[in-house]
């Protein structure tokens, strides 16, 4: 049976940690819960496995046994999460912790970030493991700090901001169209800046002013709820891949602007060129850098339909 959470709150003191969360986990998927330090993903997960008094909501298990993988320290049901133990590394400690929670008898498995600290090729093994859990119709809910993991691995996600969810749905529809700007803001990379509307509601396509480089920029078609007042900032985001750079020709409706290169950031596969178009500091990612150098000035591409209106 899906588990099942309905309006969960819960309040350390007068805090309160988790604030009318909702989500389904069903069997036989990986559900991903992503979150900041202190977002309250753990404090949630403790709430599923009976470790801690909630305040409101209700938890619905149908009746499955429910395992943890964390360390208990203060008792309670599943074996101890990354406790080092003698002549074992700490890594290795996790990887046979988790194993053994695999290979539980429970219907539902919970999980808090269990692979930090095992390499990525070690880690992918274990993603192989997870998903054959999930195959053979448990649920799995599966909360990471690490965006990728959870890109990679689930099949929905829901995102914790401060105790809040903020948005729930497919990985690659939170990373392509984030509901808000605290959401955009650590789900992956992203270019957020302030802007204040120039055309009307019904306009097309939206035009707005950058508040740092003063540039007149076009967005993609935006709902009205979205949009926000005309004499009040919003939020735009731009991924950093959906930044072209160039030194040659290119179309004037890309929200084409003149910057100048203040750093180059080498990361592996990728590369992330910083720029600074009048003020306007910016981020974008190619796969090869070539003919450019910190210091020379150069033509960046914003593309409308890549630029999003954020709710703040």
């Known amino acids: 049976m899906p588990l099942r959470i309905e309006q969960l709150s819960k309040r350390y003191g007068n805090n309160w940690a988790l604030r009318d969360i909702d989500f389904d986990a069903e069997d036989g998927r990986i559900f991903g819960i992503f979150g900041g330090t202190g977002s309250g993903k753990t404090s949630l997960l403790r709430c599923i496995a009976g470790r801690e008094r909630i305040n409101g909501g209700k938890i619905d298990t149908g009746g499955a046994s429910?395992?943890?993988?964390?360390?208990k320290k203060d008792g309670g049901i599943s074996a101890i999460f990354g406790k080092r133990q003698a002549g074992v590394s700490s890594g290795q400690a996790k990887i046979n912790d988790f194993e053994r929670s695999i290979d539980s008898k429970a219907s539902v498995l919970l999980f808090d970030d269990p692979f930090v600290g095992i390499d990525e090729t070690f880690r992918e093994k274990l993603f192989v493991r997870l998903r054959e859990a999930a195959d053979a119709g448990k649920t799995v809910v599966f909360a990471s700090s690490d965006f990728q993991q959870i890109a990679e691995l689930c099949d929905r996600m829901m995102v914790l901001v401060d105790g809040n969810a903020r948005q729930t749905g497919f990985p690659q529809e939170v990373y392509e169209n984030p509901d808000s700007s605290d959401v955009a803001a650590i789900v992956g990379r992203n270019n957020l800046?302030?802007?204040?509307?120039?055309?009307?509601?019904?306009?097309e396509m939206p035009e707005f002013f950058s508040i740092d480089g003063e540039h007149r920029l076009f967005a993609q078609p935006t709902n009205n709820l979205r949009i926000g007042a005309i004499n009040k900032n919003v939020t735009l985001a731009i991924r950093p891949e959906h930044i072209s750079i160039?030194?040659?020709a290119s179309f004037p409706e890309d929200n084409l602007l003149k910057a100048v290169v203040t750093g180059i950031r080498f990361f592996g596969e990728t590369t992330l060129i910083d720029l600074d178009a009048g003020g306007l500091r910016l981020s974008a990612r190619v796969f090869?850098?070539?003919?450019?150098?910190?210091?020379?000035?150069?033509?960046?591409?914003?593309?409308?339909?890549?630029?999003l209106v954020l709710k703040d």
């Not at 429910?66 to 360390?71: F, R």
């Open 193 to 203: 800046f302030a802007a204040r509307r120039l055309t009307s509601t019904n306009a």
């Open 288 to 307: 090869r850098v070539v003919g450019l150098n910190i210091g020379e000035e150069c033509m960046i591409g914003m593309p409308p339909h890549r630029i």
């Open 246 to 248: 160039t030194f040659g």
């Open 66 to 71: 429910v395992h943890l993988d964390q360390d």
